[in-house]
């Protein structure tokens, strides 16, 4: 069973999950999810290295943001040129996060830019209906968000940058 820690650091994750709202943090290898999921779940409990594929399996924790408590997952990074069977797992278990969630944070990477697996995870995730939010992530600086302009490709009309 996953490891889910509330803000206080503990938690059933039986009871947790059938009560709070759930947030599936997904997108591309090395986007920042794991960086992202690390800010919003005390505790740090996702490994975060520069190297890609870190993260295979989904890593659930409790968030607190503005008074409201809400599940968070934390997913590995979807490729969809790999075959291997891990990648394969890895992007079965994005798509379970996606499907059990009531909102998806599609994470997408501002250094690396747009990318062709970009269009095919945003097909994917548009079949489930749910709600998806996009962030351009590692746009450090203002000099920067000139970089989320390219991700418009993708038809999205509201891009976040982070």
Do not use: C, W
Request: charged share 30%; net charge negative.
């Amino acid at each position: 069973m996953e490891d889910v820690r509330d803000a206080d650091g503990g938690g059933d994750a039986a009871v947790q999950r059938g009560r709070l709202p759930v947030l599936a943090i997904v997108g591309r290898p090395n986007a920042g999810k794991s960086t992202l999921f690390n800010r919003l779940v005390p505790g740090r409990t996702a490994i975060v290295d520069k190297t890609p594929g870190v993260t295979r399996d989904r890593n659930i924790g409790v968030a607190k943001l503005r008074g409201r408590r809400f599940l968070v997952i934390d997913t590995g990074g979807f490729e969809d040129a790999d075959g291997s069977p891990l990648a394969e797992s890895v992007r079965t278990q994005s798509a379970l996060a996606a499907e059990e969630a009531d909102v998806v944070l599609f994470l997408l990477d501002g250094s690396e830019g747009l990318n062709p697996d970009d269009a095919v995870l945003l097909d994917r995730l548009r079949r489930f209906g749910k709600l998806i939010l996009f962030a351009v992530n590692k746009i450090d600086d203002p000099r920067h968000e000139g970089r989320v302009a390219e991700f418009y490709a993708l038809g999205i009309d509201d891009l976040t940058p982070v």
